[in-house]
């Protein structure tokens, strides 16, 4: 892993921690690494790592990328010690470890924005921060401990569950363990023969976690545990403690068979409270319940009993909700990591640069707008010359999307390079993804075959949106010929267009997230600004026109959020 030490004049000096496989600099807000550059372009330039090397390409920038001082014509390497510059930006390469100490770092964040933001180291040693409320709840237990035991056996006895209870808060153990041991605080801090934990699962339901006998090893239950639902109306739904110590005698229990038959004598029942500061209507909420019982053999339970149980249980209650939590982040952290790599797999699958293909102009550029998406795009240069250029877009979004579009990828590679028309390669892509994929899984896809020596274009559009073909004294036409998205039907017989590009002619592909995207007052970008913007601009080169597209389309979304990915590929026959 490398860092880039940023130095843009008039800007404080940061660095840009490269996690990515893939990451786009430029001006532009959408890209990797922003840069407040005005010389810089909106999409300048792309580092990539394949393996061990690190890959700088420049994207049609404007005014050049330079490495150690000498503008790049194609993709370089580049290393630790190298001098990169953007515009009147200046990117040292580092080592992961050579960043000088003191600096802000940033990693996928804007330079325009520098925010500070300290992160919390997560792993499964560590637990999380204990909230306030730990020690006041331990304080407290300390006070009443004094009221309730005056007797020094009894004060003795007290401390220690206090101590233990201490020790609790801060071990670092899965979520069945911290049960597991609160069970047993529970047995040690008061005279009960059974004690049960009972938390609400996701859907809601009050499940019992934990059962313990005493003399036994607390253990993990699946069935459904037997409790008065008189109790658990009190507890649950109302918050309350509950103490009974006949439970033969309490007018509460008399219509309660299940307890009349079961023996039980005396019973203690405290909520599992927690305070949710996110929350405005209920603060503070139940998670679950301890309850503690005793036969007819056995003592009953006091106040002071209750008492030092409902304390424990405030203090468990906050040793869950921590365990919970950290055990949710470490999940999180899990999936991250995941999306990362199924993210960087994705970019692989992109083409790094354009082919080369004597008398056009090409450049292809995609953003997803989470970890993964379902974009797609192409060029794929065949041995006698000709070009398969493709754009494609997957139904859905996230990893689901991503998987789809790997197949599509590798459809698409796979029948290139076979001697069949455009409308027959694209009606093998088709049933090839009614064999492999779901039912519900399909993809929209623009599919051309370029003959550079002809300028003959054929193509097929599959459901995707119509690209724009510009015309060089400015007239629009729309490529629709086609047939439905792949992946819907076994059988499907698409119509193939053709034409034949002049010079000065343009093509633009796009995916809906272009012309989809909508404002803060939820108006769309429409196809009309976009053809308008490529009109206005169809004389420029391809790398200028995509900047000149994007930054219309980021004037025009403002601070509105990315709803889906933003895909382009343009190709213009130079004049």
């Known amino acids: 892993m490398i860092k880039l030490l940023v130095r843009t004049p008039g800007h404080p000096l940061v660095t840009f921690e490269v996690t990515k496989r893939r990451i786009a600099i430029g001006r532009s807000a959408r890209n990797d690494l922003c840069l407040d550059d005005p010389f810089a372009s909106r999409v300048h330039a792309e580092l990539r790592r394949e393996g061990q090397t690190y890959w700088l390409t420049d994207l049609g920038s404007a005014n050049g990328t330079y490495v150690n001082g000498i503008r790049i014509r194609e993709t370089v390497p580049i290393a630790p010690g190298d001098r990169l510059q953007i515009g009147e930006t200046i990117l040292e390469v580092l080592s ?293 250029f493709t754009v494609g877009d997957v139904c859905g979004k996230g990893m689901d999307a991503a998987m789809l579009m790997s197949a599509l990828h590798a459809s698409v590679r796979a029948q290139a390079m076979t001697v069949a028309s455009v409308a027959e390669l694209v009606a093998a892509i088709n049933r090839y993804l009614v064999e492999t994929t779901a039912p519900n899984k399909f993809a929209t896809l623009w599919l051309g075959r370029l003959n550079p020596r002809t300028h003959e274009l054929s193509y097929v559009n599959a459901g995707h949106n119509p690209p724009l073909l510009v015309r060089a004294h400015g007239d629009v036409e729309f490529l629709e010929k086609g047939g439905i998205p792949v992946g819907i039907l076994g059988e499907v017989a698409y119509e193939e267009g053709r034409l034949r590009l002049e010079p000065g002619d343009g093509l633009v592909l796009f995916s809906d997230g272009i012309s989809e995207s909508t404002n803060e007052q939820g108006e769309e970008f429409g196809v009309t600004r976009l053809v308008d913007v490529v009109r206005r601009h169809r004389e420029l080169r391809a790398a200028s026109l995509r900047d000149r597209i994007e930054e219309a389309l980021s004037l025009f979304i403002g601070k509105a959020r990315l709803a889906d990915d933003i895909t382009l590929l343009i190709l213009k026959r130079t004049a």
């Open 96 to 388: 992961g470890v050579d960043a000088p100490s003191g600096m802000t770092s940033l990693a996928g964040e804007s330079v325009r924005e520098i925010i500070a933001r300290p992160e919390m180291a997560i792993s499964s040693a560590e637990p999380l921060p204990l909230a306030p409320e730990v020690f006041s709840v331990v304080d407290s237990i300390r006070t009443v401990s004094v009221g309730l035991a005056p007797e020094a056996e009894q004060s003795r006895k007290l401390l220690a569950v206090i101590s233990q209870v201490s020790v609790a808060l801060l071990s670092s153990l899965s979520l069945e363990d911290v049960l597991k041991q609160i069970v047993g605080l529970v047995l040690e801090a008061v005279p009960a023969e059974r004690a049960f934990l009972l938390l609400h699962n996701a859907q809601g339901e009050l499940v019992c976690k934990v059962a313990c006998y005493r003399g036994q090893e607390p253990s993990e239950v699946e069935r459904v545990v037997r409790i008065s639902r008189s109790i658990t109306e009190e507890v649950i739904g109302h918050g309350r403690s509950v103490l009974t110590s006949d439970a033969q005698a309490d007018e509460r229990f008399r219509q309660r068979n299940s307890i009349l038959l079961s023996g039980i004598r005396s019973i203690m029942a405290v909520p599992l409270l927690v305070n949710r500061r996110e929350a405005s209507s209920a603060p503070r909420q139940i998670i679950g319940m301890i309850y503690v019982d005793n036969p007819m053999s056995a003592g009953a339970f006091t106040e002071g009993d209750l008492q030092l149980l409902t304390m424990v249980a405030s203090v468990a209650a906050i040793k869950i909700e921590n365990t919970l939590l950290l055990e949710q982040r470490l999940e999180n952290e899990r999936i991250k990591q995941q999306l990362a790599q199924a993210r960087d797999l994705q970019f692989q699958l992109l083409p790094l640069v354009p082919p080369e293909v004597e008398g056009y102009d090409l450049t292809g550029i995609s953003f997803p707008c989470y970890e993964v998406g379902g974009d797609y795009f192409d060029f794929i240069r065949l041995p006698d010359g000709v070009l398969i």
